[in-house]
Each structure stands twice: as structure tokens, then as C-alpha cells.
């Protein structure tokens, strides 16, 4: 049989547009603003829709060669290479292979397998199920991280502007740099093991949709169980202003305030940051809460 008209026409447009696919998948892409893994979780998903079109554009590609090279057996291997191919190269040109990329990979050539064409016999019914079920059981666990990190959003949209609470749920402070950070099992707290020097610590990003003006202080409660340190604050604005601050960690358990006279970011925070400074050595200590106060709050009298 020769290939159908329709087939030949839609050859050049598949062969360009896997052409353009496949070089999306191995060129470097900026990595997301520090702090920001929403914008890299969705795009890791887009794996799953992405190969979906790709094993399309393959089956479209297939029509138009000869009858032996027409099974969908082949238009599925020739994605999954493809798929593979494309997580090696990665690793040459600067982006990070994944294990969870190939899974969502492999969901959604599952599920493009789903719109060829199957016949109507009840084996084919069959296997159109089975394509379904496991392509959405693995676009699933490749959107664990994603559906993870909007959990958190949502908790910290609720918290705010009370950042961190004793026993509340993991997710709502992230590592930054070589900082290691675990939920306490006994009292709740947040054990912190941040690394030494070069600003390493904890970061809080503050999701979208809350209102951020009208502080004046940041109240940090902390157990140190070392030597006293420095621990640093910075506040970043959504114009790109900062501002610096530190309070003295003490050994044993205490608050910090620290204040501010004035706004001092452009429009609306969007990130708290506790650090260590530059030339510090690695430190250890429990953060058992972490909140924003108000003009009235951050008051505090002089003298005794």
C-alpha cells in the first residue's frame, strides 16, 4: 500500500516539528530564580504532554514510509529511544538528566499510544485501557513534586505572616546552598545544619496573593546548642531591592527582633532569607518560630 496523500502532506510538518521538540529537550534552560522551584516543576510535567505530541508526530511520520515500517509497536519504540536520547544528551549540554524526566516521558508516550488508531477488536479496547492506566499512573508520580510545592504554597499563604510555627508541616523553608534542614521530632522545631560561609541557609518564598506592606519586624525564636553566631536576615522585594539585617543567636533558647523604621523593599516581598555570613563556620541550631510583626508589634521600650 502506498502512503495516503494526507501522509505525504504531513511529512515535512512532523519531521519539523520533532526537529524542534528534540532540540527543546537537549539545549540549556536558565534555571529558575533561586528559590523559585515552581516555574522547574511545571516544566519538568510538560515532559508528559510534550512526548504525547512527539509519539503523534512519529505515527504521522510513519504513515508515509513503506507498510513494513507502519506498527505502532515501532512508532513507540522509536519515542522511547528518542526519550532516552534525549536524557543523555542532557548530560553534555548542561542540563541535568532525571530519572522522574524519563517517567514522564514514558506517561506520555503511553498516553499518545491512547489516540492512534487501535481497531475496534476487544484486545484492542483492551490495551487502550492498559496505555491509559499506566501513562496517568506515571504522569502522577512525575507531578508528585509539582502538586508538592503548591501544598506548600497554600500553607504559607495561611501561615503568612506567621513563617514558621513549632509542629507545623514540612515544606514552607528550603535549603539553600549546602544547608541541610529536617522537622524536629520532639517539640516541632526545625533542626537547621547550615554550611559555612559564602550566605548558605534557609530560604521562605512568599507566595503570591498576600499582602505584604506594614511590617516592621522580623521575631525570630531559636534553640542553639553550639557556641553564639550571627545569623543574618535579608528581605528581598519584588523590585529587586533588598534589605540587611542580623541578630545575635545566643546559646540556649531566645528571640531575636529584628526592625526596620521604614518599608524597606520596592512593592511587595517576596522572599526572607537566614544566613550565615560570608566567612562563618558551619553552624547548627533549632528554629522554633519565625514571624513578621507589625509596626505596633516591633515596638519595643528602651531601658528597663
Not at 211 to 223: C, K, Q, R
Request: glycine share 14%; proline share 6%; aromatic share 8%.
Amino acid at each position: 500500500m502506498e502512503p495516503t496523500a494526507s501522509a505525504t502532506k504531513f511529512r515535512g510538518f512532523a519531521l519539523a516539528g520533532l526537529s524542534v521538540l528534540g532540540f527543546s529537550l537537549v539545549i540549556p534552560l536558565p534555571g529558575p530564580e533561586h528559590g523559585v522551584i515552581f516555574a522547574e516543576n511545571l516544566r519538568n510535567l510538560l515532559h508528559v504532554p510534550l512526548f504525547a505530541f512527539v509519539t503523534l508526530l512519529l505515527r504521522f511520520l510513519q504513515l508515509s514510509l513503506p507498510p513494513r515500517y507502519r506498527s505502532p509497536s515501532v512508532c513507540v519504540l522509536a519515542a522511547l529511544l528518542l526519550a532516552v536520547a534525549s536524557e543523555v544528551a542532557q548530560g553534555f549540554t548542561g542540563r541535568n538528566p532525571a530519572w522522574g524526566d524519563f517517567l514522564a516521558d514514558c506517561g506520555g508516550i503511553l498516553l499518545g499510544c491512547v489516540i492512534l488508531p487501535q481497531g475496534r477488536s476487544r484486545r484492542s479496547a483492551v490495551a487502550r485501557l492498559a496505555f491509559l492506566s499506566a501513562g496517568c499512573g506515571m504522569m502522577l508520580f512525575a507531578a508528585r513534586p509539582l502538586l508538592a510545592e503548591m501544598q506548600a504554597a497554600g500553607e504559607k499563604r495561611e501561615a503568612f505572616p506567621q513563617l514558621w510555627v513549632a509542629g507545623s508541616a514540612d515544606g514552607l523553608w528550603q535549603a539553600q546552598g549546602g544547608t541541610r534542614l529536617r522537622v524536629s521530632g520532639s517539640g516541632g522545631g526545625l533542626d537547621v545544619q547550615m554550611a559555612g560561609g559564602s550566605y548558605e541557609g534557609l530560604r521562605y518564598t512568599v507566595p503570591g496573593g498576600v499582602v505584604t506592606e506594614g511590617f516592621a519586624g522580623l521575631l525570630i525564636e531559636a534553640e542553639n546548642r553550639g557556641s553564639p553566631f550571627e545569623l543574618g536576615i535579608r528581605m528581598d522585594g519584588a523590585g529587586g531591592s533588598r534589605w540587611r539585617g542580623s541578630v545575635a543567636v545566643p546559646r540556649g533558647r531566645s528571640e531575636q527582633l529584628a526592625r526596620w523604621s521604614a518599608e524597606p523593599w520596592d512593592g511587595r516581598l517576596v522572599r526572607v532569607v537566614l544566613h550565615t555570613g560570608e566567612a562563618q563556620p558551619a553552624r547548627a541550631f533549632r528554629l522554633l518560630g519565625v514571624r513578621l510583626l507589625r509596626e505596633t508589634e516591633a515596638i519595643v521600650p528602651d531601658g528597663p
